[in-house]
């Protein structure tokens, strides 16, 4: 459950109180008017009921109000499930307001974003050539590149533009940092090719395919129920930061077929994230408010998983086609 605090003015009260009772939510405390006629509301909330009560708060009070969003430890006297909320238990997902804020905020294209890229593909790109699995763990737990791929697929599913071409440029600048830095490391420091860390980041199969794909979804599925525990098992799982380390590693020491094997293992992982994670967005049924806001996002996420279809088949055929080189040789 979670506590809904609204604070409006002292017209809306009834109203509020009114979207409440239609929502089988609990109005548990009214506060006395301020100078300025505004009142403080709370209202006890079920999981299930968070997201449309917070539409219907949202079209009656528009812009004129705030509208908080709290989280509870326990609420007592404990309140017994009624058999419909057992039913809709599993469909239970977090609200589109509180996803929107909890991916947003690794999308930021800022210096702490650059320093943990910067820090990370140094640390990845020592445990790729040194062999040293557990150091590549570490490093692909940061994963910094996993947030904004995350954005992009909300922002096409929100069909917010502004998002998409935020979570486009975070993406961006953190592949050329970590793809330049390293570069320098290739050159400067001695490859290892017996390092296993490294070369298996040279090659990639269907599995790589089926391991980014489910990956992806399992981190957009975790988001949606507010376990958040299970992304750290999709950090390590799927990271982006290793190919991108391994493609310059190779490129700086001048082995460019190795490198055209890792940079065809970051495009996997890339398009299976963002495409697993724009159908887990759609079939949870994450999507805008307003009816105008949905027919935009409808258009944008069906170009956009047109887009990265085609891109992952156009990917299949070149592993397919590499595969072949490669038993033939």
């Known amino acids: 459950m979670k506590l809904i605090e609204v604070i409006t003015d002292e017209k809306n009260l009834q109203p509020v109180i009114s979207i409440a009772g239609q929502h089988d939510s609990e109005v548990n405390w009214v506060g006395s008017p301020d100078m300025q006629g505004r009142?403080?509301?709370?209202?006890?909330?079920?999981?299930?009921?968070?997201?449309?009560?917070?539409?219907?708060?949202q079209g009656l009070l528009g812009?004129?109000?705030?509208?908080?969003?709290?989280?509870?430890?326990?609420?007592?006297?404990?309140?017994?499930?009624?058999?419909?909320?057992?039913?809709?238990?599993?469909?239970?997902?977090?609200?589109?307001e509180e996803l929107y804020n909890n991916i947003v905020k690794n999308a930021h294209l800022d210096s702490t974003y650059l320093l943990l890229v910067f820090l990370s593909t140094v640390v990845v790109a020592i445990g790729?050539?040194?062999?040293?699995?557990?150091?590549?763990?570490?490093?692909?737990?940061?994963?910094?590149?996993?947030?904004?791929?995350?954005?992009?697929?909300?922002g096409a599913a929100l069909g917010d533009m502004?998002?998409?071409?935020?979570?486009?440029?975070?993406?961006?600048?953190?592949?050329?940092?970590?793809?330049s830095l390293s570069i320098i490391l290739g050159i400067v420091y001695p490859l290892n090719l017996d390092s296993h860390e490294l070369m298996a980041r040279t090659d990639v199969g269907l599995d790589s395919v089926v391991l980014a794909l489910s990956s992806g979804a399992a981190a957009v599925v975790s988001l949606t129920i507010g376990l958040s525990s299970v992304l750290v098992g999709v950090m390590?799982?799927?990271?982006?930061?290793?190919?991108?380390?391994?493609l310059g590693i190779?490129?700086?020491?001048?082995?460019?077929?190795?490198?055209?094997?890792?940079?065809?293992?970051?495009?996997?992982?890339?398009?299976?994230?963002?495409?697993?994670?724009?159908?887990?967005?759609?079939?949870?049924?994450?999507?805008?408010r307003s009816w105008l806001e949905k027919q935009k996002a409808?258009?944008?996420?069906?170009?956009?998983?047109?887009?990265?279809?085609?891109?992952?088949?156009?990917?299949?055929?070149?592993?397919?086609?590499?595969?072949?080189?490669?038993n033939i040789s």
């Open 39 to 57: 009142q403080l509301i709370r209202i006890l909330v079920s999981n299930e009921n968070r997201q449309s009560i917070l539409d219907a708060l």
């Open 63 to 96: 812009e004129s109000s705030k509208i908080l969003v709290l989280p509870l430890e326990a609420v007592l006297p404990r309140k017994e499930p009624e058999p419909s909320d057992l039913k809709t238990k599993e469909t239970v997902t977090t609200t589109r």
């Open 128 to 154: 790729l050539l040194e062999d040293n699995v557990a150091v590549v763990i570490g490093a692909m737990v940061i994963a910094p590149l996993l947030g904004p791929n995350l954005a992009l697929a909300l």
């Open 162 to 179: 502004a998002l998409m071409w935020k979570a486009m440029k975070t993406t961006s600048a953190g592949v050329i940092l970590a793809l």
């Open 236 to 246: 390590v799982a799927v990271a982006l930061l290793p190919p991108t380390a391994t």
């Open 250 to 288: 190779m490129l700086g020491s001048g082995h460019i077929k190795l490198a055209a094997g890792a940079a065809l293992l970051l495009a996997v992982n890339i398009v299976c994230v963002n495409l697993a994670a724009k159908v887990v967005f759609w079939v949870r049924g994450v999507k805008p």
């Open 298 to 326: 409808n258009q944008s996420m069906t170009t956009y998983l047109v887009i990265w279809v085609l891109s992952l088949v156009i990917l299949l055929l070149i592993i397919f086609f590499r595969k072949g080189l490669l």
